[in-house]
């Protein structure tokens, strides 16, 4: 699917679609395909505009609290970014590590030095740490120089439900993370530190398939929106093959990176629970998350 990596892993019964590596999708949704037979088809989707462009993995939102110290990846070829809700009073790091740092307001912004060996560009791979004064609170940041593009840095207050999510998922690697709220969903043990909304909401996606977003769940500090829908087929007399990519749609989400379905096969009247991860754009004033466009 152009630039688009998609792998399936399942967990329990679970079959889980993982998009992190490139959550939006060059050559628009996968379409169902209608197999020959008499008794099981694929969905019919009802047209629509296709997702364009590509967001790569590592352009991941990395949301800091303070007195915590924090492991981030910065590029190591162009300046990135710091941001705070208030005023960046200062920021203390070793200038022997080849580092530069401009501090503008609410925002600093931190370069690392390229230098060049027998007419070869050599970029910085020393992780470097960062004290950065943001208000009244210090976060510590030890920066992983790597070869990926600009990154943004959010630096949220210490507010209790990102503490909460902190503990539980700030030390796993991101495709662990999505595969660890998923089943925080489907199992029901919804953790105190997720804000959960109740939508009950139709999605006009398919002609045989009723789509409804339930619910939907805010892992604040951590960039990710859950959402859980019910799926059930409308379509008479035939069963009906779901899978997880059929749902890869801007009316779903705009930047999934997981999809879960605990079943592939539907008869009239059964119902599916689908439940999608979407990574969320930014972090607002007092460090609430910001999603780009809940549908």
């Known amino acids: 699917m152009g630039g688009t990596e998609l792998r399936t892993i399942t967990l329990s019964t679970v079959s ?56 981030v990846s910065l590029s190591s070829s162009d300046a990135n970014r710091i941001v705070c809700t208030q005023e960046i009073k200062d920021v203390i790091f070793s200038a022997e590590k080849g580092v530069g740092v401009k501090v503008v307001e609410k925002n600093a912004f931190i370069k690392f030095r390229i230098t060049r060996k027998e007419d070869r560009e050599v970029y910085s791979t020393t992780p470097t740490e960062f004290f950065v004064v943001c208000g009244e609170s210090v976060y510590n940041l030890i920066a992983i120089p790597k070869r990926i593009p600009s990154q ?83 379509k008479s007399g035939e069963e009906l093959k779901i899978r997880e990519k059929d749902f890869l749609s801007e009316k779903v989400a705009l930047r999934p990176v997981g999809i879960a379905l605990d079943r592939h096969t539907l008869k009239t009247g059964e119902t599916a629970r689908l439940i999608v991860v979407e990574q969320i754009q930014g972090v607002g004033e007092g460090g609430a998350d910001v999603a780009h466009g809940e549908n």
């Not at 902190?166 to 925080?184: D, N």
């Open 152 to 234: 943004t840095i959010k630096l949220s207050p210490g507010t209790e439900k990102i503490r909460q999510n902190a503990a539980l998922y700030g030390s796993l690697p991101f495709e662990k993370k999505v595969m660890a709220v998923i089943k925080a969903v489907y199992t029901g043990e919804i953790p105190e530190g997720f804000s959960a909304r109740t939508v009950n909401r139709k999605l006009p996606l398919f002609k045989d398939l009723d789509l409804t977003l339930v619910r939907s769940f805010r892992v604040e500090g951590e960039g990710l929106v859950i959402k859980e829908f019910s799926v059930s087929s409308r």
């Open 16 to 71: 889980i679609l993982l998009t992190a590596t490139c959550p939006a999708f060059a050559d628009g949704p996968a379409k169902p395909v209608v197999k020959p037979s008499a008794t099981t088809s694929a969905p019919l989707r009802l047209p629509g505009n296709p997702v364009a462009g590509v967001f790569p993995a590592e352009l991941q939102q990395q949301n800091i609290i303070p007195e915590v110290s924090t492991q």
